[in-house]
């Protein structure tokens, strides 16, 4: 941890709507590499977070940066494209397409094949789509070697635990720097999240070693086993930074959750 | 081996012509109640073979290993009907008005169906492209060919107008405006002198290809066709290029473009975070499909030597719309299917007229309960692989019928 770059900042961000301060003036930094876990209650303000820092929100306060780059105002895909990608808490997978419909839709960006050998040069875009499916093969292999089957399956058809893993691959299809995982493990049962731990340890393997991850979650044996370090947030404010054990000690953290 | 593509040939051979000859019959045949004893036949046949699993599967089966042999059936079958049907020239002409309707259901299918906008402008659009051949060809002398061009393009740049409602309304909004804009474009049209007004343009100088004149009967080793062969094998012609145009186009990264942006099936939010410049493809998909009805109301034009108010209306813009939403959203086989029938069941029916609008109110809402899919539902996209390594037994999304 010490020594590492940092790769990810935030200063001073702050998001209200009308009166309510959903995040307030929360300093964050991700270093290459690591895996930050951020806690919180509901309504803490960890999704309004998130999506500050893909550009889903205009920002009303403060800045962020990912590699010394300012991404302050920028938009959705224009993020996407300094290196930010994000999951969402409900799953906005397109049910009707199929797998690789949706892994594709990761992918499209690196794409060249558009109208003219759409229309006209089908061999290039054949070529194009060959490749493409033998890296939504990898990605899938990673997580569950079955789903390489199902490529071609409506995702109403694979189960909710493979929508999360395809989810994931989704937004590891984009190439990020930075990954914003948000509460992967939720309505999952405890085998389900049991399993997902060992997905996300698979996460950074081969190219993927040195991918920063922002985990939010509320099953605390996740963030033990998976993050290096944690932050926690209340009422929009950043109340606690450390590591799991340092954080979960913390009083004002307990008070939090579970009241006075 | 030998045996299985003789037998494939034979089952695809089979149910084409028995599915056309069916077709042609309904045509043909003037007295209702026997065209109702027809349709009744068949459909009840067609529901019997899809109950029973084994013929089903070999005729699917055959369908899917023989493809292309099927798509050249159909394509003769094309080319055969102005010869079956050389002694009934109002129903060529017909036919020749279901593909222009087909056109256009293609152009609504890719703003509707495949990216999620609501268009319910689309005669406005199919007006514009008619207007533009009317007026170039009236007052300019402008030759018909190069008209279906400038009225498609007319029809794109009026689309641009509507631009901003469509980057920053919602769907619903942007139906709206799109209802509002076919009713000024009525408006104007009804009351703009030199538009023609209430009386329209008439005399519009009929197709014709580089000096050749389609009122002239055509002859084709030696059986004489009447003139309106002429309309609808132009009419065939540029109708076979924009639908393999739009397969095309479905079965690639454009169409998988537009999926993502729909609202209705796709996630536009998701969308943008993965780095589609969402409103760029939306007006891709918006300016292809106007470019389509502008196409098709040129043709129509030339075809018909009138084009008048009456022909551009909010109504006519909800029966294309309705094309898509029977035919199959975002599904190019449902979508000619519907388009054709749009076209064919008034006409048939023309004896109980007044009650057209209440018949195609009840099939609408029947379909909504039974078949909300639609006809040909739409089915998975494999980009026309024609090998498939991993082969998944259902292609078409489970979900309510």
């Given amino acids: ?260 | 081996m030998r045996n299985s593509l003789l037998r494939d040939l034979l089952v695809i051979l089979s149910c084409l012509v028995a599915s056309w000859a069916v077709f042609i019959a309904v045509l043909l045949v003037t007295n209702v109640f026997f065209v109702s004893v027809i349709l009744f036949l068949s459909v009840a046949v067609i529901y019997g073979l899809n109950r029973w699993e084994g013929v089903r599967a070999s005729i699917v089966q055959a369908f899917r290993r023989r493809g292309r042999f099927a798509l050249v059936c159909m394509i003769v079958i094309f080319l055969c009907l102005p010869f079956i049907l050389r002694s009934s020239p109002y129903w060529i002409l017909i036919l020749t008005l279901a593909i222009l309707w087909i056109i256009v259901a293609l152009g609504i299918n890719i703003q509707f169906g495949s990216a999620g906008i609501i268009n319910l402008g689309a005669a406005a659009f199919y007006g514009v492209g008619a207007y533009t051949a009317g007026m170039l060809s009236t007052k300019l002398g402008s030759p018909p060919l190069l008209n279906l061009l400038l009225g498609a393009v007319m029809s794109m740049i009026v689309g641009s107008l509507l631009f901003i409602p469509l980057l920053k309304t919602k769907s619903h909004y942007l139906a709206l405006v799109t209802i509002a804009f076919v009713m000024a474009f009525h408006n104007l049209l009804n009351n703009a002198e030199w538009l023609g007004g209430a009386q329209g343009i008439v005399g519009i100088p009929l197709m014709s290809v580089a000096g050749y004149s389609f009122t002239q009967e055509i002859t084709i080793w030696g059986v004489k066709l009447p003139s309106q062969a002429n309309f609808y094998y132009l009419a065939l012609l540029l109708g076979g290029l924009l639908g393999a145009a739009s397969w095309r186009l479905w079965n690639s990264w454009v169409g998988l473009t537009w999926n993502s942006l729909n609202e209705g099936t796709g996630d536009e939010l998701s969308a943008r975070c993965m780095g589609v410049a969402v409103g760029r493809w939306a007006m891709i998909a918006f300016t292809i499909g106007n470019f389509y009805a502008g196409l098709a109301g040129a043709f129509y034009s030339h075809m018909t030597s009138y084009i008048a108010p009456p022909d551009i209306t909010f109504y006519q813009s909800l029966l294309f719309l309705s094309a898509v939403i029977l035919g199959g959203i975002d599904s190019i086989p449902g979508v000619c299917l519907a388009a054709v029938l749009l076209v064919i069941l008034p006409e048939k029916l023309r004896a109980f007229q007044q009650y057209w609008v209440i018949f195609f109110g009840i099939i609408l809402v029947l379909m909504l309960i039974l078949r909300r899919k639609g006809l040909i539902p739409v089915r998975i996209r494999n980009y026309m692989r024609d090998i498939l390594p991993l082969a998944a037994t259902r292609r078409t999304p489970e979900g309510p019928d």
């Avoid at chain 1, 300093?27 to 209650?41: A, F, N, Q, T, Y």
């Avoid at chain 1, 109208?115 to 093969?137: G, H, T």
């Avoid at chain 1, 393997?205 to 086993?225: G, K, P, T």
């Avoid at chain 1, 993050?227 to 939090?256: H, W």
Wanted: net charge negative; glycine share 10%.
């Fill in chain 1, 1 to 260: 941890m010490l020594g590492r770059e940092s790769l990810f900042q935030c200063e001073k961000l702050t998001k209200s709507f009308g009166g309510l301060k959903a995040v307030d003036g929360v300093d964050l930094s991700v270093s290459e590499g690591e895996i930050l876990g951020l806690i919180g209650p509901n309504g803490a303000g960890k999704t309004t977070l998130f999506n500050l820092i893909s550009g889903v929100y205009p920002v009303d306060g403060g800045s962020f940066s990912l590699g010394g780059e300012n991404l302050t105002g920028l938009l959705p895909h224009q993020i996407k494209k300094k290196g930010i990608s994000r999951t969402f808490q409900q799953s906005r997978l397109i049910l009707n397409l199929s797998v690789y419909d949706n892994l594709f839709m990761g992918m499209l960006e690196g794409f060249h094949s558009w109208f003219w050998d759409s229309l006209v040069f089908r061999s290039r875009f054949k070529k194009e789509l060959e490749k493409a499916i033998e890296k939504a093969n990898q990605l899938l292999n990673r997580f569950n070697a079955e789903l390489v089957g199902k490529g071609f399956l409506p995702v109403s058809e694979i189960s909710q635990i493979d929508r999360r893993r395809l989810e994931i691959c989704r937004a590891l299809a984009t190439r990020p720097d930075l990954l914003l995982l948000d509460e992967p493990s939720a309505g999952m049962s405890p085998e389900e999240s049991a399993e997902l731990m060992d997905d996300l340890r698979r996460v950074r393997e081969n190219e993927y070693r040195q991918l920063s991850i922002i985990l939010v979650e509320h099953d605390m044996a996740v963030i033990e086993s998976i993050t290096q370090r944690v932050i926690a947030l209340n009422y929009g404010k950043k109340i606690v930074e450390g590591t799991f054990e340092e954080v979960s000690r913390n009083e004002e953290l307990k008070e939090a959750y579970l009241g006075r």
